[in-house]
């Protein structure tokens, strides 16, 4: 063999070497990134747990906050012992958010113990549900010492679970330390806005506040009518003979009749009596102005169409109505279906546009 055929050689000898580990590389860097995305092993945050709190991890599935530097010995069920803390944990996901909660194999939405649940997401900045936004589940329920709250964020192919224990004493800081918390053990950016569509946050006694920083409103009003907890959703844009109506907040004090919606509508029309003439022609059937009110310092028409048939409520307070002012140039809808009259004149008086 001659020398320049050795060199040859070598040469691609080393190139089938490096060929190869370039290779095994890349196939390991995948099973990597596949592996990460299906462990079920919860990451470490290191000096991203709150201030004042300490990580306590149980198991690579299982990681308990609290405010103690050691756990005390409480044995295999009396959590409750921890004092304050959130606890972390993390199921597979093999079907749909929804599919999921549906075989109540974890959790159980229509359990009594079970005090408000909603759906909704992490938004990534379109305010709109769609591929590449997480979703989540909130619930606030009972337990044998005190109430807890849990969020299930659905994340790739798995379910990480916060829950907040006590719930109470609420304060916007304990649920900043929470969203800190489900951002430090997820993928959820900091910029992203988690959006909690049907999280109420009570603020003492029964009365619940809600802020739709998308529209620019402030709402309050008793996270309970007629013993029914209101159950908060928004829902989609629509068009409708020219007339966009933005999604808003839909509260359901009563699963078969009782509904609110509160929306922006952005139309053609600059008075309220081109809204009712537009109205009028739409719906097809009879609508009827009921008189006027103030919201917000603003003059406001109320309207109302036929009852529900076979609604339990009064006739005063079963009726379908639509109050609409304009503020700044935006025309807001106010809709209420079966909520007693004092209810909706609540609405009418705490209703606020934010600046």
Do not use: C
Request: charged content about 25%; overall charge negative; cysteine-free.
């Amino acid at each position: 063999m001659t020398k320049s055929n050795k060199i040859i050689i070598g040469v691609l000898g080393v190139v089938v070497v490096i060929g190869f580990t370039l290779g095994v590389f890349g196939f390991m860097k995948g099973l990597q990134q596949t592996e990460n995305k299906t462990s079920l092993k919860l990451p470490e945050v290191g000096t991203n747990v709150p201030a004042g709190w300490y990580e306590h991890r149980i198991n690579d599935t299982h990681i308990v906050l609290a405010k103690g530097k050691t756990l005390p010995d409480i044995g295999a069920t009396e959590w409750y012992a921890y004092g304050e803390q959130i606890n972390i944990s993390v199921l597979p996901l093999t079907l749909s958010p929804e599919k999921w909660a549906a075989q109540k194999t974890h959790i159980d939405l229509d359990d009594v113990l079970v005090r408000e649940a909603a759906w909704s997401i992490v938004d990534n900045g379109d305010n709109l549900m769609g591929y590449g936004d997480i979703k989540f589940l909130r619930i606030e329920h009972e337990t044998p010492a005190s109430p807890e709250l849990s969020y299930y964020v659905f994340e790739d192919e798995r379910i990480k679970v916060f829950s907040l224990y006590p719930l109470e004493p609420q304060s916007a800081e304990r649920l900043d330390i929470l969203e800190s918390v489900m951002r430090a053990y997820t993928r959820i950016g900091d910029n992203e806005r988690i959006r909690i569509d049907g999280a109420i946050t009570n603020i003492g006694d029964s009365w619940a506040q809600y802020r739709n920083e998308k529209l620019g409103i402030a709402f309050e009003y008793p996270s309970v009518i007629n013993g029914e907890h209101i159950f908060v959703s928004e829902f989609d844009s629509s068009e409708r003979d020219g007339v966009l109506t933005e999604g808003g907040v839909g509260f359901y004090p009563d699963s078969q009749y009782g509904f609110i919606s509160i929306s922006v509508q952005h139309s053609p029309f600059t008075t309220l009596e081109e809204w009712f003439a537009w109205r009028e022609e739409q719906v097809g059937y009879s609508i009827y102005t009921e008189g006027e009110t103030i919201i917000d310092g603003e003059r406001a028409l109320i309207t109302h169409t036929p009852q529900e048939a076979g609604a339990p409520l009064h006739p005063e307070d079963n009726r379908w109505r639509t109050t609409v002012f304009f503020k700044n140039g935006t025309l807001y809808n106010i809709f209420t279906r079966a909520v007693p009259y004092e209810e909706v004149k609540r609405i009418w008086e705490s209703f606020e546009v934010l600046d």
